[in-house]
């Protein structure tokens, strides 16, 4: 039998989705079920209004931490703060890169921690844990009142769109702690030394990588081994050009969604990287870090990642690099949002289990986290904004996050971002990586590209063991 790459593609699209039923069952089973009612009742003591939510002074807060990006010192940070306040309750803190090999067992047999920062390429699927009812609600941590803004509750303080982007049906269920812009990252430098100026426009876009390269400089690198962080600039350039409803109708699992005419032209536009070869030789290997060192080197001028790239990759950044975010290129005048336009949401999620020994301690934390005080540390120790709104007045930036303030300042009302990855992580994480490792690889075209992400999109659609969620 001749069998085309292609074709081994494509069924093993079919054959991840149409495993998901199964992986349910034993996603179901591994996480022992639980219990979002919030009755602890048991392990709370006295709501007071300097104690909203009747944490015990001496019980024990077990924290767990992803250590990737931004490593963990801003947690113990948090938890210091913590102690101030409860010096007789004893903290255990632990940091890893494998949060769902390190935790699964521990929601197994009903003794999770009261935090994790579920976050990381091997996060806890946020789907399965919902849907399970593993979570904590975390609904009075919103009107609890602001640990030290005077005036404001806990909701008042944070910034557009994380309440949202961490609810489930209605329910406030996971914390997402910084707030993340998403873009297309260069050396100032660079481009300064070379005379280059960031494209506003897909042409002159072209046109520079095109003297990128006559330079003997790669114009593009990205993380090979992860390539869904090329499907960001493919959206973004999409919703750019066909307005919110790209996004929303992609959340929300619409027939054709990912075919839409905005992502045809999408697809079409940034296949011409691959066909010019404007990708640094090699790139499908690298991971992430691995790609984002490259571009450091100034081996590629471009790269697609979120703010916490500066933090990630500062051990190697060379000094004076002054790395800085730019939306993605507009296609043309009909574009419906204008250049400024970039994706910005709040990142790095953290939950309270359902289970948790220690609920009212775990909301306590987060109110710490979300405290001034609280929000500024972290902005300093990890450079990326916190989910807190002024948090980064008055603090010293460094280059990357000031250019993230302004692109988001610029950016403003115009401002967008998508959901379905939280909704469907499988979606994003196997299915849409599988086909952009192939797209940006030049294995596949666009028109096969957005075939396989439809594909994925109308299984998850049709598969009844996972939950579905509709964005408004």
């Not at 405290?371 to 989910?387: I, N």
């Amino acid at each position: 039998m001749n069998s085309t790459r292609r074709d081994i593609l494509r069924r093993g699209v079919v054959a991840g989705v149409m495993a998901t039923p199964a992986a349910g069952l034993l996603s179901s089973c591994a996480m022992g079920g639980g219990d979002d009612s919030g009755d602890d009742t048991a392990s709370r003591g006295e709501k007071t209004a300097e104690n909203p939510f009747g944490v015990k002074a001496d019980a024990p807060l077990d924290v767990v931490i992803f250590n990737g990006g931004y490593g963990e010192e801003y947690a113990k940070a948090h938890e210091a703060m913590y102690s101030e306040k409860y010096p007789n309750a004893k903290i255990t803190h632990s940091a890893t890169q494998e949060i769902s090999k390190t935790l699964q067992p521990r929601f197994v047999d009903g003794s999770p921690p009261d935090v994790v920062n579920n976050s990381g390429a091997g996060q806890i699927d946020p789907g399965g844990l919902v849907s399970q009812g593993a979570l904590a609600d975390l609904g009075e941590l919103l009107d609890a009142p602001s640990l030290d803004i005077p005036g404001k509750k806990v909701r008042d303080t944070l910034l557009p769109g994380v309440v949202d982007v961490g609810s489930y049906d209605g329910k406030f269920l996971v914390l997402n702690i910084s707030y993340t812009a998403y873009g297309i990252w260069y050396s100032t430098k660079l481009f300064a030394d070379r005379g280059w100026a960031y494209p506003k426009t897909w042409d002159d876009h072209i046109a520079l990588c095109r003297t990128i390269k006559a330079a003997g400089i790669a114009p593009w690198t990205y993380a090979g081994k992860h390539p869904r962080y090329m499907s960001w600039p493919v959206i973004s350039t999409a919703i750019k050009l066909g307005g919110l409803d790209v996004a929303k109708n992609i959340d929300n699992l619409e027939p054709n969604a990912w075919k839409s005419d905005a992502m045809k032209t999408s697809a079409d536009a940034w296949h011409q990287i691959v066909k010019d070869q404007f990708i640094l030789p090699g790139t499908p290997g690298l991971d992430h870090v691995q790609s984002q060192t490259e571009w450091c080197r100034g081996k590629a001028a471009l790269i697609s990642c979120g703010s916490w790239i500066e933090n990630e990759q500062k051990a190697v950044t060379p000094a004076g690099f002054d790395m800085a975010i730019a939306p993605t290129p507009s296609l043309g005048a009909s574009d419906k949002l204008p250049f400024e336009a970039i994706r910005g949401t709040a990142g790095e999620p953290f939950i309270v289990p359902a289970k948790a020994k220690n609920v009212a301690g775990g909301l306590e934390y987060f109110r710490t986290v979300l405290s001034m005080r609280g929000a500024k540390d972290f902005t300093q120790k990890v450079s990326a904004l916190s989910a807190v709104s002024g948090a980064a007045d008055g603090v010293a930036l460094p280059p990357g996050l000031t250019s993230v303030v302004k692109a988001l300042d610029a950016s403003g009302t115009s401002g967008f971002n998508w959901v379905y990855n939280n909704y469907y992580r499988k979606l994003e994480r196997e299915l849409v990586d599988a086909a952009c490792g192939e797209f940006f690889s030049g294995r596949i075209g666009p028109t096969e590209f957005l075939d396989l992400c439809q594909k994925g999109a109308d299984m998850i659609a049709q598969d009844s063991s996972l939950k579905k969620y509709k964005r408004a």
